[in-house]
């Protein structure tokens, strides 16, 4: 019992790595991984261009003050190609007819799935870590200071937010009937994430009727809006941009406590929903 359960586990992680680089090289060959690579690098090259790293903002100067708009900017492009991308993965594969083959193959399910998972992870989120490096290096190069502290924690930010994307992609696809359906419904999630991202507005809720602490859960539930505060924090410890709602968060969290949560909840809330999405994917097509 113990070899042959030996050589399952051994069997289903030799798929999923197997599956990963499958997808890595399917994605290094695709037309959107090119222009989602030039996006950022060009991205971190007009802000160098543009003289950002001379500019002071609230006291941030240099590769700080690059690094506060980097983030910002990522914020807004990098979900919307996390989704579109992903969900064209298993919703493609099913209209390719890619399933066929995979019952013929000795790939277990488990892996194909999780293999896609890793794969697609990483080529999503190494284009963005490769920019900030090369923002790092050109601020070397010119002898400007580079703040370790906040390129590490805007890394984990961004490794979070793309694990994230990654998970509810993943369960998209797996729900979509058809590429088109998965499309529709990526845009319609990253619409939905857009029109709750505002707690400026919910701090407007906050002086009305409802609630502080029933507001800032609402506007905290939305991952985009978890990864905007957090972002601010580290330039605006005491967040006065967002008003009434700072003090709900300061007081629920904490400074400390609020950059940790920023971590721990989307990369739960990803992982939860690639889960589910394999927990289906596994009840779904293939037996």
């Known amino acids: 019992m113990k070899s042959r359960s030996s050589l399952s586990s051994r069997s289903s992680r030799s798929s999923l790595w197997l599956t990963a680089r499958l997808d890595i090289v399917e994605s290094l060959r695709a ?4 222009i989602y690579t030039l996006v950022f690098g060009g991205i971190v090259a007009l802000l160098f261009l543009f003289g950002l790293t001379e500019s002071r903002v609230l006291g941030f100067i240099g590769l700080s003050r690059l690094l506060v708009t980097y983030i910002q900017l990522t914020m807004a492009i990098l979900p919307i190609f996390v989704l579109v991308t992903t969900v064209r993965s298993v919703a493609g594969d099913r209209e390719a007819g890619v399933y066929e083959y995979l019952l013929a193959l000795p790939v277990s399910l488990a892996g ?3 293999g896609k998972f890793v794969g697609r992870y990483l ?5 963005v870590f490769g920019a900030m490096v090369l923002a790092v290096a050109i601020a070397l190069v010119r002898g400007i200071e580079v703040p370790w502290g906040i390129f590490g924690y805007y890394t984990a930010l961004l490794a979070v937010m793309c694990g994230c ?3 509810i992609g993943m369960l998209i696809s797996v729900l979509a009937r058809s590429t088109d359906m998965a ?3 990526a845009f319609l999630v990253w619409l939905t994430f857009l029109l709750f991202l505002d707690l400026i507005l919910l701090g407007v809720m906050i002086q009305g009727r409802m609630a502080p602490e029933m507001a800032v859960t609402l506007a905290l539930a939305n991952p985009l809006q978890v990864f905007r505060t957090a972002a601010l924090a580290l330039f605006d410890p005491q ?3 967002l008003g009434p709602s700072a003090y709900v968060i300061l007081d629920l969290f904490g400074a400390a406590g609020y950059k940790a949560f920023a971590l721990a909840y989307p990369s739960g809330l990803g992982l939860a929903a690639a889960a589910l999405g394999y927990a289906l994917f596994r009840r779904g097509d293939l037996p």
């Open 31 to 34: 037309r959107w991984f090119l």
């Open 112 to 114: 194909w799935f999780w």
């Open 123 to 127: 080529v999503i989120f190494l284009p």
């Open 165 to 167: 994307f990654l998970g």
């Open 183 to 185: 499309q529709g419904a």
């Open 239 to 241: 967040l006065i941009v």
